[in-house]
């Protein structure tokens, strides 16, 4: 296995193989970790999801990959809305200590925790992250996924009322 995308995939199948003969309905994907009320809003149309995103990757005395599975949660009339996210975060726990790679030593550190707030409250939604830490073999991952190659960048930046263009030929 080499590659950050790769591994992060390979978390992301490992987790559904462990959670959906439990939550067969749960949405189960990788998710770049980057929330907003409106993103919010449309992941929760998904509910109940686990969305995990690999955070931090160290490389030095210690290699390890931090990953965050969020849990989100959206309770029906007949639901407890923070009871039903927390049987999920229950049954994720022990699937992310079975997660299996040859290159790693061993799992470190999981932590949860309820990231409640007010607007969540009123969306009906409750959110968790799971952090979770695996520490990596010396070296483990080697390779990188390759980047499609580009001649050039265009871009066009706005500062008030002002547009800037940008273009940069990668070949000069």
């Known amino acids: ?26 949405t189960i994907e990788a998710h770049p970790g980057l929330f907003t009320a409106e993103s919010i809003k449309r992941d929760a149309q998904r509910t109940p ?19 965050v599975s969020w849990v989100l949660y959206r309770a029906s009339s007949a639901d407890k809305l923070y009871d039903g996210a927390l049987k999920i975060v ?3 726990i022990p699937v992310i200590r079975k997660v ?5 030593i061993k799992d470190t550190n999981i932590e949860s925790e309820c990231l409640f707030s ?19 073999k010396d070296h483990a991952v080697k390779d990188t ?3 499609d190659e580009f001649e050039y960048f ?8 002002i547009e800037i263009d940008d273009h940069t030929n990668m070949e000069d």
């Open 90 to 92: 229950s049954a994720l």
């Open 1 to 26: 296995m080499s590659g950050y995308l790769t591994i992060r995939d390979a978390a992301v199948e490992q987790i559904k193989a462990g959670i959906l003969p439990l939550y067969p309905k749960m």
């Open 118 to 136: 007010g607007t969540l409250d009123a969306m009906n939604i409750t959110m968790w992250a799971v952090k979770w830490e695996l520490v990596l």
């Open 145 to 147: 996924e390759p980047f």
């Open 49 to 67: 999801a686990i969305l995990t995103s690999l955070v931090k990757f160290t490389d030095g005395a210690q290699n390890s990959i931090t990953f």
């Open 154 to 161: 265009e871009g066009t930046m706005e500062v008030g009322t």
């Open 100 to 104: 299996d790679f040859d290159l790693v």
